[in-house]
């Protein structure tokens, strides 16, 4: 079965510090990989989607990039945070027989202070 | 791309009774519409979901009903538990590759 692992499971940086938050992937190969972001009063917000390696897709335009080195690795980053980059981020991959379920990692709850 | 609205943001309802939460989407292309539970300080999870091919779907205590023409769909929970209590979100994707999220409902069940 297909597992995801993401890290660290919180943080807390200064504004303006750079950022890097990891997710793999176990128990699939070649998996559409997905980053949303959640944050108070804004429900689940995608932020990029990778149907492949190199191959990243934003929805919304900000202060955060994302990659794909390889196959079942998907980072996010960003050179300078802001306070607003505060919340929940999820990695998350479309499972099942119909590859219909979004399943998501347990998540990274960034602060930045 | 697609919008998704969900109404209301916060729910408080007596143990027994029911709870309904409702969603519109904008795509018409939209075809599969889930729903996730997320427990405080957890990730969602997947609890029912419905393509539009059907107009409702049911699972013991759970039901979504969707509306193709109205551009809306609904969860109902019957009989509610405590443990019903949890962050519902519900969701339209229509090429499995992306799903787009409403902003959340909060449901407590008082007991």
């Known amino acids: 079965s297909q597992t995801i692992h993401q890290w660290p499971a919180t943080l807390v940086q200064p504004v303006g510090s750079p950022l890097s938050l990891e997710c793999t992937v176990e128990?699939?190969?070649?998996?559409?990989l997905y980053w949303y972001r959640q944050a108070a009063g804004r429900g689940l917000q995608l932020l990029f989607y990778?149907?492949?390696?190199?191959?990243i897709s934003s929805e919304v335009p900000q202060n955060l990039s994302a990659s794909r080195p390889q196959d079942r690795q998907f980072i996010l980053s960003s050179k300078k945070l802001l306070l607003s980059d505060s919340g929940f981020y999820l990695c998350?991959?479309?499972?099942?027989?119909?590859?219909?379920?979004?399943?998501f990692g347990q998540g990274t709850r960034l602060t930045v202070v | 791309g697609e919008n998704v609205e969900q109404h209301p943001s916060t729910l408080s309802v007596q143990e027994g009774d029911s709870a309904v939460i409702k969603c519109t989407y904008s795509?018409?292309?939209?075809?599969?519409f889930p729903w996730y539970k997320q427990e405080l300080g957890k990730r969602p999870q997947l609890i029912i979901d419905?393509?539009?091919?059907?107009g409702e779907k049911k699972d013991q205590r759970i039901a979504v009903t969707l509306n193709k023409t109205a551009k809306h769909f609904s969860l109902h929970i019957t009989e509610t538990q405590p443990e019903d209590s949890a962050v519902y979100f519900c969701?339209?994707?229509?090429?499995?590759?992306?799903?787009?999220f409403g902003t959340g409902t909060s449901l407590t069940v008082i007991p």
């Open positions: 998350a991959i479309v499972r099942g027989s119909k590859n219909t379920e979004a399943f």
């Open positions: 795509d018409s292309a939209s075809n599969y």
């Open positions: 990778s149907i492949g390696i190199g191959q």
């Open positions: 419905i393509r539009s091919n059907v």
């Open positions: 969701a339209a994707s229509r090429a499995r590759n992306q799903f787009y």
């Open positions: 128990g699939t190969s070649n998996p559409n």
